[in-house]
């Protein structure tokens, strides 16, 4: 009986021992964007090995968010901030920066070709002051683009799983480059067609699939009587039946536009959380409004 117990001690004990030595899982990367398409992004190129964390939540707007007080502690404990060009930044990228000078701020609109944020060959403006449009993720070309960056960074930060990230990135290229194929199918017969939206978010959009965006709003500003009244004309002439519209922008002007043209307004929301179906549902609503 002594035996028997002197076995299982032993063996409880080699037990414990095999546990203490197997190997510990590195901790996930901390990865924050700035809204929520980049989260598909940056999950897709880091599947398991990255927790991210969207700054601008559903319903918020890039251009009057500011992070709240739970947020910039939590980004104190980040790995890395992947920031991508929308007004927010202008004002915060800097204060982060100064009081994180440790946090790697990576912007993945740097080295794109970028467009200002109003189309001023068909609006008549000039555009000496005209704001960056910083909606690069509605093109999926450039989100190609971005994606490889995403795959550097995190190979960077993390080498020990750089071939699973390049893994991923390609994979999730080849995924875009079937929504892209898809899109221009989609779209096919409605190059050089113009449609309206409220707030010029869709212009690398249009860029890449042949078509015109026409805004409501004036370089991100509120439209006075006489930008209104031209932006109805230019409707009217361009034959325009649909406005698009999306949830963080009162649609005022938008539904006083479409009551003075017969349209309709209908939302296209290019901060939905999931990119692939959205950028679908988006194609199939442009593709109908342009008939």
Known sequence: MQQYYVWRS?????????????????????????????????QRVGGEHVDVRVLVQPGQSPATYDPSAQQ????????????????????????????????????????LTLRPLTDHAHDGADGADEPIDPHVWTSPPLVMEMTRRIAETLSRLDPAHESEYRRNADAFIGELQGLDAEIRQTL????????????????????????????????????????????????????????????????????????????RVVSADPLAADYMANMRRVAGAFAEALK
């Open 188 to 263: 096919a017969g409605g190059e050089g067609r113009a449609f309206l939206v409220y707030h010029p978010a869709w212009g690398y959009f249009a860029d890449t699939y042949g078509l015109r965006q026409v805004a409501i709003e004036a370089a991100g500003r509120e439209p006075g009587p006489r930008q209104l009244a031209r932006t109805i004309e230019r409707a009217r002439e361009a034959g325009v039946r649909v406005i698009f519209v999306q949830p963080q922008f009162s649609r005022t002007n938008a539904d006083a536009v479409a009551r003075a043209i017969g349209a």
């Open 72 to 111: 910039l502690t939590a980004l104190e404990n980040a790995d890395v901030l992947f920031r991508i060009g929308v007004p927010f930044e202008r004002s915060w990228v800097g204060r982060i920066r100064k009081a994180m000078p440790e946090l790697p701020i990576v912007d993945l609109s740097e080295g």
């Open 10 to 42: 032993l063996l409880r004990a080699g037990a414990a021992l095999a546990f203490l030595t197997l190997p510990v899982a590195a901790p996930a990367l901390e990865v924050f964007v700035s809204v929520l398409p980049q989260q598909t992004f940056a």
